[in-house]
């Protein structure tokens, strides 16, 4: 399988911004540490890709986070981006499942439900911005697009796919290209028509386009140039370490029951699927070494 990246490039007078990107080995990776059915696979890979295609413009320690909440099966999904082009993400509810619609597609509109998209984008200081709209549809492309026109007023074109079969992923991608300040009112009309001439964007990656393909034949007509490339893959920064200051932070009472269990406390990153095992002398090597740093207990259950 190829490796995964995206393709950035200016147009029409450097007035729109073309991102394209393959996320096949991207989504097949979050489709097996999750354990997902064909359509939270479908569901989740066009929210990973969504999060690929906003990355490029990262630096340092600034972050994309896309929170879907619905009423559909699946409740909820998340996936984000960090610079580098480095996505992770988890669906609530990785079994649920739903027949093919009635265009014999994943029913991802149905399994995701009516509610709300949050985009949270974190600063390099570390501070969050929250915004959220309506799910326009539930099929994650139409929602994207509406969030960019609706919350930051900036008209875009999405597209986002996932092929699979209950074998796995046979092939994943994307496009966004947005008008920015300056751009031409007709060419947001232009994207809109090149993007319907298409085929579906999972159906380009399986025949084979790559990145600069797609965005060439997006923007061919408005003269685009790629102006740079990153690699594109399923990468989560959780550590032992992050796991012990989360520990901490449940505080005193909490740990002292785990150090009373016979078994070892089992800690698992929604994220990536890892686990991490603390045996109940770990745990109480935590409280020692925290102790100062640990919230007091909880009063009502220090009586019980
Ligand atoms: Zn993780």
Do not use: W
Not at 64 to 86: E, H, K, M
Not at 148 to 161: K, N
Not at 232 to 237: Q, R
């Amino acid at each position: 399988m190829h490796s995964d990246y995206s393709a950035s490039a200016l147009a029409a007078g450097d007035s729109v911004r073309i991102v394209a990107a393959r996320t096949t080995a991207t989504v097949a990776q979050a489709q097996s540490r999750h354990g997902c059915s064909p359509t939270v696979t479908a569901a989740l890979g066009r929210l990973l890709t969504g999060a690929a295609l906003m990355g490029p413009y990262l630096k340092g320690r600034e972050r994309i986070t896309l929170q879907i909440n619905g009423d559909g099966p699946v409740r909820a999904l998340v996936a984000d981006v960090t610079a580098g082009g480095r996505v992770r993400g988890y669906p609530v509810r990785p079994r649920s499942e739903l027949p093919l619609n009635d265009r014999g597609k994943f029913d991802v509109g149905g399994i995701v439900g009516r509610g709300f998209l949050h985009v949270t984008r974190t600063f390099d200081t570390g501070l969050p911005y929250t915004s959220a709209v309506p799910l326009a549809t539930g099929e994650i492309g139409d929602d994207l697009a509406h969030y960019f026109a609706h919350s930051e007023q900036i008209p875009t074109v999405v597209g986002v796919g996932v092929l699979a079969n209950p074998q796995g992923v046979l092939a994943a991608g994307g496009f966004l290209a947005h008008c920015l300040p300056g751009a031409d009112e007709n060419t947001i009309e232009v994207l809109e028509r090149n993007a319907r001439s298409l085929p579906q964007v999972s159906t380009l990656i399986r025949r084979g386009l790559s990145p600069e393909d797609i965005v060439a034949s997006l923007g061919d007509t408005l003269g685009a140039r790629v102006t740079h490339v990153q690699p594109v893959a399923f990468a989560c920064s959780c550590s032992r370490d992050r796991v012990v200051r989360a520990l901490i932070g449940l505080g005193l009472t909490e740990l002292e029951s785990m150090m009373r269990l016979d078994d070892d406390t089992e800690a698992v990153c929604d994220f990536c699927g890892r686990r991490y095992y603390f045996s109940p002398q770990e745990i109480g090597e935590i409280v020692e070494s925290a102790s100062a740093d640990l919230p007091a207990s909880d009063q009502s259950a220090s009586h019980d």
